[in-house]
């Protein structure tokens, strides 16, 4: 079954810096890849997807991901980070039997 | 629009009783599924179920069981409720298969202490 690894359960930044955050997938055919956002006491919101289409996948919030077959990662950016984006953030991806697994998450910190 | 709506939104359960959770969607989606949230553990799918009348099993389905009653509601049940199984439970429903959309509409959460 296909899965995703997520480096770092917690990140910080500074406002106005670069957001980064890490996620690599095992999959021994194309993979369908997501990323989720939760914001304090709710249910998770649809950032961005990977479906093959396109390599660069830009999402809501100023967010996008990057699909690197090469490196098996689907890492989410935004260039400059805002008080408002501090929330976890989930990584998953759909198996051939259509089961979207996530990975355990990575909180973001953004610092004054 | 409601979405999905789970019932009840907190619960606290003695070891060894039984209660259901409730999960409706009012968007007309085909594929529901039941996840747990622990600290550290990001989402685990529970169950899940591509269309009416099937359901199928997810990474830590042992202790539940569940039951997709129409297009509409999947309920999940604990039998005997045991410790481990204090957890934040989310429903989710998507139009298709997540290699279909991929798009999974949340619900509130459940928030389920067993004592």
């Known amino acids: 079954a296909q899965s995703v690894t997520q480096l770092g359960s917690h990140v910080s930044v500074s406002e106005g810096a670069l957001v980064l955050l890490r996620c690599n997938y095992s999959s021994s055919v194309p993979p369908y890849l997501f990323w989720y956002v939760q914001y304090p006491n709710q249910g998770l919101q649809l950032l961005l997807k990977y479906t093959s289409a396109a390599t660069l996948v830009k999402g809501i919030n100023g967010f996008e991901a990057e699909f690197k077959k090469s490196e098996t990662s689907f890492h989410l950016t935004k260039p400059s980070a805002h008080m408002s984006d501090a929330a976890e953030y989930f990584c998953a991806v759909a198996n051939r039997d259509d089961k979207i697994i996530f990975g355990k998450g990575t909180r973001l910190h953004i610092l004054p | 629009n409601a979405g999905v709506t789970q019932t009840p939104k907190f619960q606290v359960l003695k070891t060894g009783q039984s209660m259901t959770l409730q999960c409706a969607q009012d968007m007309n989606h085909n594929s529901m599924y039941w996840y747990r949230q622990d600290p550290g553990m990001g989402l685990r799918l529970i169950y899940y179920?591509?269309?009416?009348?099937?359901?199928d099993k997810g990474e830590v389905p042992n202790g539940y069981n569940v039951s997709r009653l129409n297009k509409r509601e999947f309920s999940l049940r604990l039998e005997s409720a045991a410790p481990s199984q204090t957890s934040v439970y989310f429903c989710?429903?998507?139009?298709?298969?997540?290699?279909?959309?991929?798009?999974?509409?949340f619900g509130e959460g459940s928030r389920l202490t067993v004592l």
């Open positions: 179920s591509a269309s009416e009348g099937t359901t």
């Open positions: 989710a429903s998507s139009p298709q298969g997540g290699r279909s959309t991929g798009e999974l509409f």
